[in-house]
């Protein structure tokens, strides 16, 4: 054979295993250490976004647990900023198992009953996704962000080109009320958006002042305050004041007294994040961490009936393990150990008082669905603030009701209360869930999710 013929063989051939390599198939988990049979596939490892400043983002990847060829794509978000989805999301919340001492249990509730779920550590610095260039970490911000998170979907799409054509949906909660638009608008001018068919957030941050301020009526109007202290945290020195204050290191006295006695008050043996339930006695990070930081109030993680109250606490031990990180395909790069909200990357605080609330109707204009849920005992982002927002949304859109408020259900039990504003936008609160609404109450989240998936309305009294 000539020479010529051996080197385009060669060349071929080379091509063949480059392109077999980049496929999914180098991504594939055989089974995650002390995981139950399952049927459906696993992915996890990076996706280069930046080969100059070798800058890659980790994803975990959960096929449908049946017919994945006929569901749609769902991209999850965790917020923080800076906290990750993949601790969150898929071990904590709605991924298909959740660690328990050694093993893993399965998760009735999963999402990937109903779609194909890919969940991303983003940005560069928190959990397994790095930047080795570590000047990165120094300066974040939404922007950022949105760029590398769309980059990191064009990757990905490369590596699975049979979803690019898939129905796709994004979805977060916390501050993923700033990525989830923010990424969602980059898509509707992209290539993707032909397919792109909604987002759903949950106790959102979509506008500081609105937000924040409406956690004293909430607090108030649950009982963990007294009248004389709400007059002062709404009249004296309210929560964006403080907020404000704390980010610039200039807390005034009266606003330092005013945040003194609400957390004697309210007591630190008090979850924000979900005010009726207990706390675990081993705590750990949580969710919207930084939000948490800006009042000053020493939160902890979730407790309550049938639940694993410090499954976080087992997501973080089982996480840093060295044979989970192997299976994973996870490193760690700048880091002794993966953290559920990084304390490495800096971002930039002045990003959490932009409004996102005009970006859900610049989608909405767009023809994307839009769903925003609260679960109804988070104190941090409280149902006041976001169902008010939204109500606002909806009048200046020119959205006419075509749900008016009502009570939806999952089986015979009221689920949570919901309002459908011209069958683009909705709002639905769920009862008795937290800021982590699929953590507290997995199985209406379960149902919440499918309705949306589908562009159903929610469930009315059977």
């Given at each position: 054979?000539?020479?010529l013929?051996?080197?385009l063989?060669?060349?071929?051939?080379?091509?063949?295993?480059?392109?077999?390599k980049?496929?999914p198939?180098?991504?594939?988990?055989t089974?995650?250490?002390?995981?139950p049979?399952?049927?459906?596939?696993?992915?996890s490892?990076?996706?280069?976004?930046d080969?100059?400043?070798?800058r890659?983002l980790?994803?975990y990847f959960?096929?449908?647990?049946?017919d994945?060829?006929s569901?749609?794509l769902?991209?999850?978000?965790?917020g923080g900023?800076?906290?990750?989805?993949i601790?969150?999301?898929?071990?904590?919340?709605?991924g298909?198992?959740?660690?328990?001492?050694?093993?893993l249990?399965?998760?009735?509730?999963s999402?990937?009953k109903?779609?194909n779920m890919?969940?991303?550590?983003?940005?560069?610095g928190?959990?397994?996704?790095?930047s080795a260039?570590?000047?990165?970490?120094?300066f974040i911000?939404?922007?950022?962000?949105?760029?590398d998170?769309l980059?990191?979907?064009?990757?990905?799409f490369?590596?699975f080109p049979e979803?690019r054509?898939?129905?796709?949906?994004?979805t977060g909660?916390?501050?993923?009320?700033?990525?989830?638009?923010?990424?969602?608008r980059?898509v509707?001018q992209?290539?993707?958006?032909?397919?792109?068919?909604?987002i759903?957030?949950?106790?959102?941050?979509l506008?500081?002042?609105t937000?924040?301020n409406s956690r004293?009526?909430?607090?108030?109007?649950?009982?963990?305050?007294s009248?004389s202290?709400?007059?002062m945290f709404?009249?004296?020195c309210?929560?964006?004041?403080?907020?404000?204050?704390?980010q610039s290191?200039?807390?005034?006295?009266?606003?330092?007294?005013?945040?003194?006695?609400?957390s004697?008050?309210?007591?630190?043996?008090?979850n924000?994040?979900?005010?009726t339930?207990?706390?675990?006695?081993?705590?750990?990070f949580?969710?919207?961490?930084?939000?948490?930081?800006?009042v000053?109030?020493?939160?902890?993680?979730?407790?309550?009936?049938?639940?694993?109250?410090?499954?976080?606490d087992?997501?973080?031990?089982?996480l840093?393990?060295?044979?989970?990180?192997a299976?994973?395909?996870?490193q760690?790069?700048?880091?002794?150990?993966?953290?559920?909200?990084?304390d490495?990357?800096?971002?930039?605080?002045?990003n959490?008082?932009?409004?996102?609330?005009?970006?859900?109707?610049?989608?909405?204009k767009?023809?994307?669905?839009?769903?925003v849920?609260?679960?109804?005992?988070?104190s941090?982002?409280p149902?006041?603030?976001?169902?008010?927002?939204v109500n606002?949304?909806?009048?200046e859109?020119g959205?006419?009701?075509?749900?008016p408020?009502?009570?939806?259900?999952e089986g015979?039990?009221?689920?949570?209360?919901?309002q459908?504003?011209?069958?683009?936008?909705?709002f639905?609160?769920?009862r008795?869930?937290?800021?982590?609404?699929?953590?507290?109450q997995p199985e209406?989240?379960?149902?919440?999710f499918?309705?949306?998936?589908?562009g159903?309305?929610l469930?009315?009294e059977?």
């Amino acid at each position: 054979m000539r020479p010529l013929q051996w080197i385009l063989i060669f060349s071929i051939c080379a091509t063949l295993f480059l392109t077999t390599k980049a496929g999914p198939g180098a991504d594939k988990i055989t089974s995650l250490p002390g995981q139950p049979q399952v049927t459906f596939q696993q992915y996890s490892g990076y996706i280069t976004i930046d080969e100059k400043q070798k800058r890659a983002l980790f994803y975990y990847f959960v096929e449908a647990e049946t017919d994945p060829a006929s569901k749609p794509l769902v991209l999850w978000l965790n917020g923080g900023p800076g906290c990750s989805s993949i601790g969150a999301g898929a071990f904590v919340e709605h991924g298909p198992f959740r660690p328990s001492g050694d093993v893993l249990l399965k998760n009735e509730y999963s999402w990937n009953k109903g779609a194909n779920m890919l969940y991303l550590e983003s940005p560069a610095g928190v959990g397994f996704s790095y930047s080795a260039n570590k000047s990165f970490y120094s300066f974040i911000n939404d922007e950022i962000t949105a760029r590398d998170n769309l980059a990191f979907l064009e990757n990905w799409f490369k590596k699975f080109p049979e979803y690019r054509n898939r129905d796709f949906f994004i979805t977060g909660e916390s501050y993923a009320g700033h990525y989830v638009p923010q990424l969602a608008r980059l898509v509707i001018q992209s290539n993707m958006k032909s397919n792109f068919k909604g987002i759903a957030i949950g106790n959102p941050l979509l506008d500081f002042d609105t937000d924040f301020n409406s956690r004293a009526v909430y607090i108030w109007s649950h009982g963990l305050i007294s009248d004389s202290t709400f007059e002062m945290f709404t009249s004296v020195c309210n929560y964006s004041q403080i907020s404000r204050e704390m980010q610039s290191g200039t807390l005034t006295t009266v606003c330092s007294e005013v945040i003194r006695e609400v957390s004697r008050e309210v007591s630190r043996s008090i979850n924000a994040y979900d005010i009726t339930i207990d706390v675990c006695l081993s705590p750990i990070f949580a969710q919207s961490q930084l939000l948490n930081k800006l009042v000053n109030l020493e939160l902890t993680l979730l407790q309550a009936e049938k639940l694993d109250v410090c499954v976080e606490d087992e997501t973080d031990k089982y996480l840093n393990r060295k044979d989970v990180q192997a299976a994973l395909r996870a490193q760690l790069v700048g880091v002794t150990e993966w953290t559920f909200c990084s304390d490495v990357i800096k971002y930039d605080v002045q990003n959490l008082e932009v409004p996102t609330i005009h970006i859900l109707g610049t989608l909405a204009k767009s023809g994307i669905r839009v769903l925003v849920y609260s679960g109804d005992q988070d104190s941090v982002i409280p149902l006041i603030g976001t169902r008010k927002l939204v109500n606002e949304l909806a009048k200046e859109l020119g959205l006419k009701t075509t749900v008016p408020y009502r009570a939806w259900f999952e089986g015979r039990q009221v689920a949570g209360w919901t309002q459908v504003y011209g069958d683009i936008l909705s709002f639905a609160t769920i009862r008795g869930a937290s800021h982590e609404a699929p953590f507290s109450q997995p199985e209406r989240s379960l149902v919440l999710f499918n309705g949306f998936l589908a562009g159903n309305p929610l469930p009315e009294e059977a």
